[in-house]
């Protein structure tokens, strides 16, 4: 009954490798996010995805490739991974975001070695 | 540059005592506010919202804003050991609900 669900939960790569994130929500919102947090445990917005479109692109690399299917699954590609992307990645998705705010799906430590 | 801003902490109150934390943010715009809890190596999740100035219940958490001033609060009454965790205030700006600016987090330790 996982709300939010992503995939995987680590992942532990090289540099100059490429990966990619999955993230589904069964709760029936319209609008899906990337969100990264940082080793002081900042969190700062990536992506905001409406139905399917891109709403906000937040002068991520353009290595970093967002991908939505449908309004339910948000996945996360990114090219030539560097250590410096080395973080949490968080997917979240609402509904009416002003009255309910955000549910979080688990998270997927990447580190870059 | 929209911000939130919080006291980084840590926070540190005894058992049963109320623990206060506060966040200012510089979005006039910004109509509603959010708390989340953050255990270590967890996600955040969501504990209370607040939309109109003045002070909301839930339990034993309040939650308290201020629009003149800008200021959220969020109080815990009867803190507990399990209360220990980051706090994180959080602002959808106005501009359609898409984009929501986290503070850093307030560390709150209970110590029992």
């Known amino acids: 009954d996982t709300a939010v669900s992503q995939t995987p939960k680590y992942l532990v790569t090289q540099m100059g490798n490429d990966k990619s994130i999955k993230c589904e929500q069964n709760?029936?919102?319209?609008?899906m996010y990337w969100y990264k947090q940082d080793s002081k445990k900042f969190l700062k917005i990536m992506f905001s995805?409406?139905?399917?479109?891109?709403?906000i692109n937040e002068t991520v690399p353009n290595r970093f490739s967002p991908k939505s299917p449908d309004k339910a699954h948000l996945n996360l590609h990114i090219n030539s991974l560097e250590l410096g992307d080395s973080a949490v990645y968080f997917c979240?998705?609402?509904?009416?975001?002003?009255?309910?705010?955000?549910?979080f799906g688990s998270g997927t430590r990447l580190t870059v070695v | 540059q929209k911000e939130v801003e919080q006291n980084s902490g840590p926070l540190s109150v005894p058992e049963g005592a109320i623990a206060s934390l506060n966040c200012t943010y510089s979005?006039?715009?910004?109509?509603?506010f959010f708390w989340y809890r953050q255990y270590s190596g967890k996600s955040p999740e969501l504990i209370m919202s607040i939309y109109s100035n003045g002070d909301k219940e839930d339990g034993r958490f309040t939650a308290q804003l201020n629009k003149a001033s800008q200021y959220v609060s969020l109080l815990i009454r009867d803190s507990q050991p399990s209360d220990s965790a980051t706090y994180l205030c959080?602002?959808?700006?106005?501009?359609?609900?898409?984009?929501?600016?986290f503070g850093a987090g307030t560390r709150l330790f209970v110590k029992a």
């Open positions: 959080a602002a959808p700006l106005n501009t359609g609900g898409f984009k929501t600016i």
């Open positions: 979005d006039r715009g910004s109509q509603s």
């Open positions: 709760l029936g919102h319209d609008t």
């Open positions: 979240a998705s609402s509904q009416a975001i002003r009255d309910y705010g955000y549910t």
């Open positions: 995805y409406n139905n399917k479109e891109l709403i």
